[in-house]
């Protein structure tokens, strides 16, 4: 959206058209054609289609699982252990299903285009940033969790999370650079943005996290404020006023788990789990003390699906990373 913007701004409004075809929590699966909800198959390449953009990759490996057990804990302890789902990670991307995959999604959407009658057409793909300084030790007796005596921000697992971010994008690069291979000239472009995060990231020194008002933090954190400048409209709600109405209705704890696993979004798994733990404990405590209501969610904030997802000054530095590829890509000034 901000590289439409951009388009627009450069050709007085009259900018090329913009497909938005983006799902939270979507796998390949979800992307390859013939699926339910096929991203592949509903992208519009009846007008002359020059570039697509594409995130693909963390949700296969069960990013969701990872944050929820090693960081969160939304399902109090019956979340799992952090070590089985790290181990899960690790087994999947030891393999080559994890790089043939990102290979199938991507000559798709060369077929999807037939790429051998438009030679412009190129994939620009993004990897992913590093979440945590694992640097100091300062961090070490903070805790994201959401509930009393949440799992620690230990630096060993800082660094076993940041390990695994290099890990995927080496997988994607990989990926990319072997379809590229087959062509005589590149195709797809890997954009690796993670060096622009230094300093941006969770737990950087002399931060007391979690610290939804630090700016300079370009990750959010569930019901944070968002860092948009002026220009991009004005910052989102914080976690004062990032709370469910008092009147909310509790989720069902019998019946969530099921339409929530099958949605794939961040937030309905997590709005789920909590009141999966507030059910099954109804003396459970949040992280600041207090004890949950049975009879509302008024305890839950909202915005769960944007949590370790960047905020816009993030996206930002995304996008100019995206057009130094393009620059060198095309060998033209780009904005």
């Not at 296969?60 to 952090?82: A, E, H, K, P, V």
């Not at 694992?134 to 007796?141: F, I, L, S």
Request: net charge negative.
């Amino acid at each position: 959206m901000l590289v439409q913007g951009d388009l627009n701004r450069n050709h007085g409004g009259h900018g090329p058209t913009f497909q938005f075809l983006s799902c939270t929590g979507s796998t390949v699966d979800d992307m390859l054609a013939g699926a339910e909800h096929s991203q592949i198959d509903e992208f519009n390449t009846t007008a002359t289609a020059d570039f697509a953009l594409l995130s693909i990759g963390g949700n296969d490996l069960g990013f969701f699982d990872i944050m929820n057990s090693c960081i969160f804990r939304f399902y109090s302890f019956y979340s799992g252990t952090c070590e089985s789902s790290l181990q899960r990670a690790s087994e999947q991307m030891a393999g080559t299903q994890f790089e043939n995959r990102l290979r199938l999604v991507i000559m798709e959407i060369l077929d999807r285009v037939r790429w051998e009658k438009r030679p412009w057409f190129t994939i620009t793909v993004t990897g992913y940033a590093r979440f945590f300084n694992a640097d100091t030790d300062e961090c070490d007796d903070y805790s994201l969790g959401m509930w009393w005596r949440g799992p620690k921000l230990k630096r060993e697992l800082r660094q076993r999370m940041n390990a695994m971010v290099l890990a995927v994008n080496a997988k994607i690069r990989k990926s990319v650079d072997a379809i590229n291979a087959a062509f005589a000239e590149p195709r797809v472009l890997f954009v690796d943005y993670d060096d622009a995060f230094e300093g941006h990231r969770f737990c950087e020194p002399n931060v007391v996290e979690p610290d939804y008002a630090r700016n300079e933090t370009w990750f959010f954190l569930v019901g944070g404020l968002d860092n948009a400048p002026p220009q991009m409209g004005e910052p989102g709600p914080g976690p004062k006023d990032a709370l469910l109405p008092a009147d909310s209705p509790l989720v069902d704890a019998q019946n969530c788990i099921g339409p929530a696993q099958e949605s794939g979004d961040w937030g309905e798994m997590a709005l789920c789990m909590m009141a999966m733990a507030a059910d099954r404990d109804p003396m459970l405590r949040m992280a600041d003390g207090e004890v949950t209501a049975q009879n509302g969610m008024w305890y839950v904030p909202t915005y769960y699906g944007k949590t370790f997802h960047p905020r816009t000054l993030g996206h930002m530095a995304m996008r100019d990373r995206i057009y130094k590829a393009w620059r060198e890509h095309y060998h033209v000034p780009l904005y």
